[in-house]
Protein backbone atom coordinates (compact mmCIF):
# COMPACT_ATOMS: atom_id res chain seq x y z
CA UNK A 1 0.00 0.00 0.00
CA UNK A 2 2.71 2.27 0.83
CA UNK A 3 4.38 1.66 -2.51
CA UNK A 4 1.29 2.65 -4.51
CA UNK A 5 0.76 5.70 -2.32
CA UNK A 6 4.20 6.36 -3.26
CA UNK A 7 3.95 5.86 -7.02
CA UNK A 8 0.64 8.15 -6.78
CA UNK A 9 2.38 11.11 -5.28
CA UNK A 10 5.13 10.31 -7.97
CA UNK A 11 3.16 10.17 -10.37
CA UNK A 12 0.85 13.46 -9.37
CA UNK A 13 4.17 15.32 -9.24
CA UNK A 14 4.97 14.44 -12.96
CA UNK A 15 1.68 15.58 -14.28
CA UNK A 16 1.88 18.77 -12.85
CA UNK A 17 5.11 19.67 -13.62
CA UNK A 18 4.00 18.46 -17.35
CA UNK A 19 0.76 20.74 -17.53
CA UNK A 20 2.97 23.74 -15.20
CA UNK A 21 4.76 25.64 -17.68
CA UNK A 22 7.07 27.81 -15.12
CA UNK A 23 8.17 24.41 -14.32
CA UNK A 24 8.98 22.91 -17.53
CA UNK A 25 12.25 24.05 -19.22
CA UNK A 26 12.19 26.99 -21.19
CA UNK A 27 11.97 27.17 -24.87
CA UNK A 28 15.03 28.38 -26.85
CA UNK A 29 14.99 30.76 -28.80
CA UNK A 30 17.79 32.31 -31.22
CA UNK A 31 18.31 35.23 -33.06
CA UNK A 32 21.30 36.89 -35.25
CA UNK A 33 22.33 39.96 -36.10
CA UNK A 34 25.12 41.55 -37.84
CA UNK A 35 26.57 44.18 -35.70
CA UNK A 36 29.38 43.92 -32.98
CA UNK A 37 28.90 42.59 -29.52
CA UNK A 38 29.05 46.48 -28.48
CA UNK A 39 26.83 47.54 -31.48
CA UNK A 40 23.01 48.77 -30.19
CA UNK A 41 21.28 45.59 -31.73
CA UNK A 42 23.21 43.39 -29.57
CA UNK A 43 21.76 46.00 -26.37
CA UNK A 44 18.36 46.29 -28.13
CA UNK A 45 17.95 42.54 -27.98
CA UNK A 46 19.17 41.77 -24.78
CA UNK A 47 17.12 44.34 -23.31
CA UNK A 48 13.52 42.87 -25.86
CA UNK A 49 14.51 39.37 -24.88
CA UNK A 50 15.01 40.17 -21.19
CA UNK A 51 11.43 42.14 -20.97
CA UNK A 52 10.05 39.29 -22.43
CA UNK A 53 11.44 36.32 -20.58
CA UNK A 54 10.09 38.59 -17.20
CA UNK A 55 6.99 38.66 -18.75
CA UNK A 56 6.11 35.51 -19.72
CA UNK A 57 7.56 33.95 -16.65
CA UNK A 58 10.43 32.36 -18.00
CA UNK A 59 8.93 30.05 -20.74
CA UNK A 60 11.57 31.27 -23.31
CA UNK A 61 14.92 31.51 -22.87
CA UNK A 62 16.76 33.86 -25.88
CA UNK A 63 20.62 33.15 -27.07
CA UNK A 64 21.50 36.29 -29.03
CA UNK A 65 24.47 35.70 -31.42
CA UNK A 66 26.32 39.02 -32.97
CA UNK A 67 28.96 39.60 -35.47
CA UNK A 68 26.73 36.85 -38.20
CA UNK A 69 27.48 33.95 -35.32
CA UNK A 70 24.33 32.46 -36.18
CA UNK A 71 24.35 33.16 -39.91
CA UNK A 72 24.61 36.46 -42.40
CA UNK A 73 21.23 37.94 -42.65
CA UNK A 74 20.38 36.96 -45.95
CA UNK A 75 20.79 33.35 -44.70
CA UNK A 76 18.94 33.44 -41.50
CA UNK A 77 16.65 35.50 -43.37
CA UNK A 78 15.95 32.39 -45.77
CA UNK A 79 16.39 29.83 -43.24
CA UNK A 80 13.78 31.84 -41.33
CA UNK A 81 11.39 31.52 -44.44
CA UNK A 82 12.07 27.50 -44.79
CA UNK A 83 11.84 27.19 -41.25
CA UNK A 84 15.21 26.19 -40.37
CA UNK A 85 15.89 29.55 -38.31
CA UNK A 86 14.39 31.24 -35.45
CA UNK A 87 14.76 35.38 -35.21
CA UNK A 88 17.17 37.86 -36.85
CA UNK A 89 17.30 41.20 -36.57
CA UNK A 90 17.92 41.83 -40.32
CA UNK A 91 18.21 44.60 -42.50
CA UNK A 92 15.01 45.61 -44.44
CA UNK A 93 16.24 46.13 -48.05
CA UNK A 94 17.43 42.42 -47.86
CA UNK A 95 13.59 41.79 -47.59
CA UNK A 96 12.94 42.62 -51.11
CA UNK A 97 12.94 39.45 -52.46
CA UNK A 98 10.01 38.08 -50.45
CA UNK A 99 8.78 41.28 -50.85
CA UNK A 100 9.50 43.62 -53.75
CA UNK A 101 7.47 46.55 -52.86
CA UNK A 102 9.62 46.77 -49.24
CA UNK A 103 12.26 47.93 -51.98
CA UNK A 104 10.96 51.80 -51.63
CA UNK A 105 12.76 52.10 -48.39
CA UNK A 106 16.15 51.83 -50.28
CA UNK A 107 15.17 54.83 -52.36
CA UNK A 108 17.32 57.84 -51.50
CA UNK A 109 16.22 60.82 -49.77
CA UNK A 110 12.62 59.17 -49.05
CA UNK A 111 13.18 60.53 -45.32
CA UNK A 112 14.63 63.45 -44.45
CA UNK A 113 15.00 62.30 -40.73
CA UNK A 114 14.75 58.62 -38.96
CA UNK A 115 11.28 60.54 -37.24
CA UNK A 116 9.56 60.19 -40.51
CA UNK A 117 10.64 56.89 -40.86
CA UNK A 118 9.37 55.42 -37.94
CA UNK A 119 6.39 57.39 -38.74
CA UNK A 120 5.83 55.72 -41.90
CA UNK A 121 6.90 51.85 -40.42
CA UNK A 122 4.46 51.80 -37.64
CA UNK A 123 1.87 53.05 -39.57
CA UNK A 124 -0.28 51.38 -42.48
CA UNK A 125 2.71 51.05 -44.59
CA UNK A 126 4.26 49.53 -42.38
CA UNK A 127 1.33 47.19 -41.85
CA UNK A 128 0.98 46.43 -45.53
CA UNK A 129 4.85 45.20 -45.87
CA UNK A 130 4.10 43.10 -42.81
CA UNK A 131 1.16 41.56 -44.74
CA UNK A 132 2.75 40.62 -47.89
CA UNK A 133 5.93 39.67 -45.89
CA UNK A 134 3.51 37.24 -43.71
CA UNK A 135 2.24 35.30 -46.90
CA UNK A 136 6.15 34.57 -47.10
CA UNK A 137 6.42 32.68 -43.98
CA UNK A 138 8.29 35.87 -42.75
CA UNK A 139 6.40 37.59 -39.53
CA UNK A 140 7.98 40.84 -38.34
CA UNK A 141 7.16 41.90 -35.04
CA UNK A 142 8.80 45.50 -35.26
CA UNK A 143 10.63 48.16 -36.60
CA UNK A 144 14.14 48.90 -35.48
CA UNK A 145 15.94 51.79 -36.02
CA UNK A 146 19.21 52.05 -37.23
CA UNK A 147 20.16 55.42 -38.08
CA UNK A 148 20.48 58.00 -41.20
CA UNK A 149 23.17 57.15 -43.28
CA UNK A 150 26.43 58.76 -44.63
CA UNK A 151 29.28 58.52 -46.66
CA UNK A 152 32.71 57.48 -45.31
CA UNK A 153 35.17 58.32 -48.45
CA UNK A 154 39.14 58.29 -47.94
CA UNK A 155 39.34 62.16 -48.37
CA UNK A 156 37.22 64.64 -47.81
CA UNK A 157 33.62 65.17 -49.68
CA UNK A 158 32.63 69.39 -50.15
CA UNK A 159 30.67 68.25 -53.04
CA UNK A 160 29.61 65.29 -55.10
CA UNK A 161 32.11 65.55 -57.65
CA UNK A 162 34.29 64.88 -55.17
CA UNK A 163 33.09 61.07 -55.41
CA UNK A 164 34.21 60.98 -58.66
CA UNK A 165 35.86 57.33 -59.40
CA UNK A 166 35.83 56.43 -55.52
CA UNK A 167 35.20 52.61 -54.97
CA UNK A 168 32.47 52.71 -51.97
CA UNK A 169 30.95 49.42 -50.53
CA UNK A 170 27.25 49.16 -50.17
CA UNK A 171 24.44 46.71 -48.86
CA UNK A 172 23.49 44.41 -52.03
CA UNK A 173 20.38 46.54 -52.74
CA UNK A 174 19.33 47.54 -56.74
CA UNK A 175 18.55 51.20 -55.70
CA UNK A 176 21.44 51.54 -53.32
CA UNK A 177 23.87 50.34 -56.11
CA UNK A 178 21.85 52.76 -58.45
CA UNK A 179 22.38 55.93 -56.04
CA UNK A 180 25.76 55.40 -55.13
CA UNK A 181 26.73 55.15 -59.04
CA UNK A 182 24.48 58.61 -59.56
CA UNK A 183 26.47 60.09 -57.03
CA UNK A 184 29.81 59.69 -59.51
CA UNK A 185 30.94 56.70 -57.44
CA UNK A 186 30.93 53.07 -58.13
CA UNK A 187 28.93 50.93 -56.15
CA UNK A 188 31.03 47.22 -54.78
CA UNK A 189 27.52 45.21 -53.14
CA UNK A 190 29.52 43.45 -50.17
CA UNK A 191 28.70 42.17 -46.95
CA UNK A 192 28.39 43.87 -43.82
CA UNK A 193 31.35 42.07 -42.05
CA UNK A 194 33.74 41.79 -45.15
CA UNK A 195 34.21 45.83 -45.24
CA UNK A 196 37.33 46.48 -42.98
CA UNK A 197 39.38 43.60 -44.64
CA UNK A 198 37.63 45.11 -47.86
CA UNK A 199 38.90 47.81 -47.70
CA UNK A 200 42.83 47.21 -45.76
CA UNK A 201 43.18 45.10 -49.30
CA UNK A 202 42.16 47.81 -51.53
CA UNK A 203 39.27 46.42 -52.64
CA UNK A 204 36.94 49.53 -51.67
CA UNK A 205 38.06 52.83 -51.02
CA UNK A 206 35.40 53.68 -48.42
CA UNK A 207 32.18 52.75 -47.79
CA UNK A 208 28.35 54.50 -46.18
CA UNK A 209 26.77 53.67 -43.38
CA UNK A 210 26.03 55.16 -40.16
CA UNK A 211 27.77 57.05 -37.26
CA UNK A 212 27.58 53.94 -35.02
CA UNK A 213 29.29 51.82 -37.80
CA UNK A 214 32.07 54.31 -38.02
CA UNK A 215 32.78 53.65 -34.23
CA UNK A 216 31.81 49.62 -33.61
CA UNK A 217 33.31 48.67 -37.11
CA UNK A 218 36.38 50.93 -36.04
CA UNK A 219 36.56 52.83 -39.76
CA UNK A 220 38.04 55.60 -38.52
CA UNK A 221 41.16 53.50 -38.44
CA UNK A 222 41.06 53.25 -42.12
CA UNK A 223 39.68 56.70 -43.05
CA UNK A 224 39.46 60.11 -41.69
CA UNK A 225 36.75 61.64 -43.69
CA UNK A 226 33.24 61.32 -43.36
CA UNK A 227 30.48 63.15 -45.23
CA UNK A 228 27.30 64.28 -43.43
CA UNK A 229 24.28 63.57 -45.76
CA UNK A 230 21.70 61.59 -44.31
CA UNK A 231 20.76 60.43 -47.50
CA UNK A 232 18.91 57.19 -46.97
CA UNK A 233 17.34 55.70 -43.85
CA UNK A 234 17.67 51.57 -43.88
CA UNK A 235 15.22 49.83 -41.36
CA UNK A 236 15.83 46.87 -39.64
CA UNK A 237 12.56 44.98 -38.33
CA UNK A 238 12.90 42.08 -35.98
CA UNK A 239 11.85 38.62 -38.15
CA UNK A 240 10.52 35.73 -37.01
CA UNK A 241 9.65 32.49 -38.29
CA UNK A 242 6.42 31.22 -38.81
CA UNK A 243 7.65 27.75 -37.92
CA UNK A 244 8.28 29.41 -34.63
CA UNK A 245 5.26 31.92 -34.38
CA UNK A 246 3.14 29.11 -34.38
CA UNK A 247 4.76 27.31 -31.82
CA UNK A 248 3.80 30.10 -29.15
CA UNK A 249 0.52 30.76 -27.37
CA UNK A 250 -1.62 33.80 -28.62
CA UNK A 251 -0.94 35.53 -25.20
CA UNK A 252 3.06 35.33 -25.37
CA UNK A 253 2.95 36.35 -29.17
CA UNK A 254 1.06 39.96 -27.68
CA UNK A 255 4.10 39.95 -25.06
CA UNK A 256 6.42 39.88 -28.05
CA UNK A 257 4.94 42.29 -29.95
CA UNK A 258 4.44 44.63 -27.03
CA UNK A 259 7.86 44.52 -26.20
CA UNK A 260 9.28 44.55 -30.02
CA UNK A 261 6.46 47.94 -30.39
CA UNK A 262 8.12 50.10 -27.24
CA UNK A 263 12.32 48.91 -28.42
CA UNK A 264 11.07 50.05 -31.78
CA UNK A 265 10.00 53.44 -30.12
CA UNK A 266 13.41 53.53 -27.85
CA UNK A 267 15.49 52.62 -30.55
CA UNK A 268 14.66 55.44 -32.49
CA UNK A 269 14.77 57.81 -29.55
CA UNK A 270 17.97 56.40 -28.47
CA UNK A 271 19.40 56.82 -32.01
CA UNK A 272 18.36 60.71 -31.95
CA UNK A 273 20.20 61.18 -28.84
CA UNK A 274 23.90 58.77 -30.09
CA UNK A 275 24.04 60.92 -33.36
CA UNK A 276 25.65 63.83 -32.60
CA UNK A 277 27.34 62.16 -29.37
CA UNK A 278 28.85 59.75 -32.07
CA UNK A 279 30.18 62.54 -34.31
CA UNK A 280 31.85 63.83 -31.25
CA UNK A 281 33.45 60.96 -30.24
CA UNK A 282 34.83 60.33 -33.82
CA UNK A 283 36.06 63.45 -33.95
CA UNK A 284 37.98 63.16 -30.65
CA UNK A 285 39.69 60.06 -33.03
CA UNK A 286 40.35 62.37 -35.34
CA UNK A 287 37.55 62.34 -38.05
CA UNK A 288 36.80 65.11 -39.84
CA UNK A 289 33.38 65.32 -41.04
CA UNK A 290 32.07 67.62 -43.92
CA UNK A 291 28.43 68.49 -45.00
CA UNK A 292 28.20 69.17 -48.26
CA UNK A 293 24.96 70.70 -49.47
CA UNK A 294 22.60 67.59 -50.23
CA UNK A 295 20.70 69.67 -53.18
CA UNK A 296 23.42 68.11 -56.23
CA UNK A 297 22.76 65.04 -54.77
CA UNK A 298 19.32 65.39 -54.90
CA UNK A 299 19.00 66.39 -58.44
CA UNK A 300 21.77 63.36 -59.36
CA UNK A 301 19.51 60.81 -58.48
CA UNK A 302 16.17 62.02 -59.98
CA UNK A 303 16.91 59.11 -63.12
CA UNK A 304 17.00 56.81 -59.65
CA UNK A 305 13.34 57.79 -58.55
CA UNK A 306 12.01 58.13 -62.54
CA UNK A 307 13.76 54.10 -63.15
CA UNK A 308 11.56 53.13 -59.90
CA UNK A 309 8.67 55.00 -60.05
CA UNK A 310 6.54 52.53 -62.03
CA UNK A 311 7.75 49.78 -59.45
CA UNK A 312 7.12 51.66 -56.33
CA UNK A 313 4.96 54.30 -57.65
CA UNK A 314 1.74 53.62 -55.57
CA UNK A 315 3.92 52.80 -52.46
CA UNK A 316 6.23 55.68 -52.84
CA UNK A 317 2.54 57.68 -52.93
CA UNK A 318 1.60 56.42 -49.97
CA UNK A 319 4.52 57.30 -47.84
CA UNK A 320 5.12 61.09 -49.93
CA UNK A 321 1.76 61.39 -48.33
CA UNK A 322 2.52 60.75 -44.98
CA UNK A 323 5.96 62.58 -45.08
CA UNK A 324 4.82 65.39 -47.28
CA UNK A 325 7.27 65.42 -49.58
CA UNK A 326 6.92 65.47 -53.18
Request: charge should be negative.
Amino acid sequence: MKRRALFAVLAAVFVFACLTPALAAPKIIKIGHTGTQDHHYQMYLETWAEKVSERTEGRYKFEIYPSDLYGKPNQLIEGAQLGTTDMVLATGSLLTSYYPKIGVLSLPFVFKDSQEAHDVLNGPVGKEFEEGLAKKNLIILGWWENGMRHLFPPRPVNGIEDLKGLKLRVINSAEMIDTINAFGASAVPMAFNDVYSAWQLKTIDGCEGTTTHMLTQKYFELTKSAALLWYMHVSNPLVASKRLWDSIPDADKEVFLDESKKMSAFSFDFQKEMDEKEIKECEALGVVFTRPDREPFVKAVEPVYEKYRSKYGDVLDKIQAITGAK
